[in-house]
């Protein structure tokens, strides 16, 4: 469950439910100037006793439990979008000197191997992390790996029972980097040489030559994690108002500008605008270059059809078939294909019902304009917004949730 960090509990929270404030850290910057890291999430972890997940059903027995804890805390509760999925399974190496000298200095490096219908599935992924109770420490250490560019960073709070006796919390904060295993192209993976290369941190420790990691007890750990449960979110999320606002912002300027500035109806554009349109940034201008391309693919095709041939109603299927087959082979931007097929069929209609090539084409390039304009009003407003009234990032709700097995 994400919840901001200035939220959160005291380090030693034995028998205290009250919400204590987090220090913020410290402002900084790592060697290159980068600045440091800061904590993106809390995530609860609760201990339990694997032997109890036996089957399918048992994760789904388990939701049920999760559910009525939330709706007491008054938090709501979605497991929407997961019906129906099966527990994945990986299996993770911890990986360590003979000597822990790893995990004796707070650092913790494994492997995880993705698996699907029992086979391995993907590239298996490296995570190597510092994990204290001291969170300026842990937001200090710059775990970013050398000579590789293609990682992710997570900085997260950990809120977990104590060790020792039932009732109480404790506080961690690990700083993890995480990145393909096929990004190390060192000659021998396992010795301390290389990993001291990788990882510039661990050059505070004192290693022989020679020394290499070995899986802990030469034992891989299985594990099975449904994601039930993962869609949660605190009651009074706000997304849904976020989304009309955009919407009622870039229609209003659609509609004066085709409506009332050239006096055409402004629908085209405006349903245009609306799959457009989107909170993250990031996913607007997937949904802003696969509409434009796609349009401009249609746009063509349409008109080479229209243009060339009789007025046959049977161009309308192979315009759109032929379109298809272009955007899945040729274009090959998955995002908004369909709106190839769309611009085509909008040039070719209006062609046959005008039964005028000519003007069927001027008529079919003005919607497509209307079009065009309708995905730029929507990217326009979605980067607005974001300076303005920015969302979290895409995924990380899930990607918070995945955590406890990260």
Known sequence: MKKDKKKGKSKN???????????????????????????????????????????????????????????????????????????????VLFLDTEDYKLYNNAFILRRRIPYQHGFLAGDPEIVFKFRHPDMQKTADLDVRPKLISDYRIKFKAEMLPLKDEIGGLRMLYSHNAQFPLSRVHEADRA???????????????????????????????????????????LKGDLLGVHLAVNIFIATTVLWLLLRLGADTNPIWAISAMIPALDPQMKQAVTNFRGRIFNALLGCVTGLLFLLVGGTSEWKLPLALSATVLLSSYVIRIPAMWRQAPITAAIIIAAGLTHHSKLSGAEIGLRRVGEVMLGCTMGLLVSWLMSKIWPVPEAGKEAETSKASSS
């Open 13 to 91: 929270l034995k028998g205290d439910t009250q919400s204590k404030p987090i220090a913020d850290i410290k402002e900084g910057t790592y060697s290159d100037g980068h600045p440091l890291d800061d904590v993106q999430y809390l995530e609860c972890k609760i201990i339990l006793k694997g032997e109890r997940f036996t089957s399918v059903e048992s994760f789904y027995e388990f939701a049920k439990i999760v559910k009525r804890a939330a709706e007491n805390a008054d938090v709501g509760f979605s497991a929407k979008g997961f019906k129906g999925l099966q527990p994945q399974i990986r299996e």
């Open 191 to 233: 010795s301390m040489a290389t990993l001291v290369r990788v990882f510039p941190p661990l050059q505070a420790l004192q290693t022989s030559e020679g020394e290499k990691v070995d899986v802990v007890h030469h034992t891989a750990v299985a594990e099975r994690f449904g994601e039930i449960m993962l869609k949660r979110f």
